[in-house]
């Protein structure tokens, strides 16, 4: 089991499961699901999931994918793979998942270029999260593909993107900005992306009574 050894890690001496506030918090996003026939993931069915395997303080928040959880695991990366992987075979849908560490996540937000947009218009404004960070000539090859009123800023292996006529009709869409990029990715609306980091600041307060 992915969370065997964390499992042993959060038993107490009574035999009952405590929860270790000290352990890292991760911010987990599930790419393209619930969309329709054959990518259904139900979000209850997915914190049974994650508790079943031992994850700490499982939270939901939508029904697009997007997690909140404690992990004993240092590393992100240890997980990023073989949970996905897992959620993926559970459910029966082709799916990645892109995980980043609380503290990686409130860098992400704070790096945001698009301050007035996030205030005026943050449903237009996207946080996009990769697996790998694709050099600079990618970028730049994807900022050459856009065709509308599309605004695009690289940081790594996240980028920003605001969609001014709205992301409905827009024909920079995911998959281009994929095989722009050479790498997969994802993407959450400023709304959404606000929301998790919140979640998950209040797991990384100490004293934090397990849900």
Known sequence: MVGSVLKERT??????????????????LLRAVNLGAGTMVPMEALRTLLRKEGFQDVQTLLQSGNIV???SASNGSELERPLG????????VKTDLFLRSAKEWKAILAANPFVAEAKDDPARLVVLVLHA?????????????????ELVRAAGRHGFIYYPDGQG??????????????????????NTA??????????????????
């Open 69 to 71: 959880f404690r992990s």
């Open 11 to 28: 038993m107490g001496l009574t035999g009952r499961a405590v929860t270790p506030t000290h352990m890292p918090v991760y911010v987990g």
């Open 85 to 92: 992987e897992k959620i993926a075979r559970a459910f029966r």
């Open 133 to 149: 960070a694709p050099p600079a000539e990618r970028w730049q090859t994807l900022r050459e593909a856009i065709r509308g009123r």
């Open 169 to 190: 009709r827009s024909k920079f869409t995911v998959a281009l900005i994929e095989s722009k990029l050479g790498t997969q990715g994802t993407v959450r609306n400023w």
């Open 194 to 211: 606000s929301k998790l980091g919140a979640l998950a600041g209040a797991l990384e307060r100490p004293g934090l009574p397990s849900p």
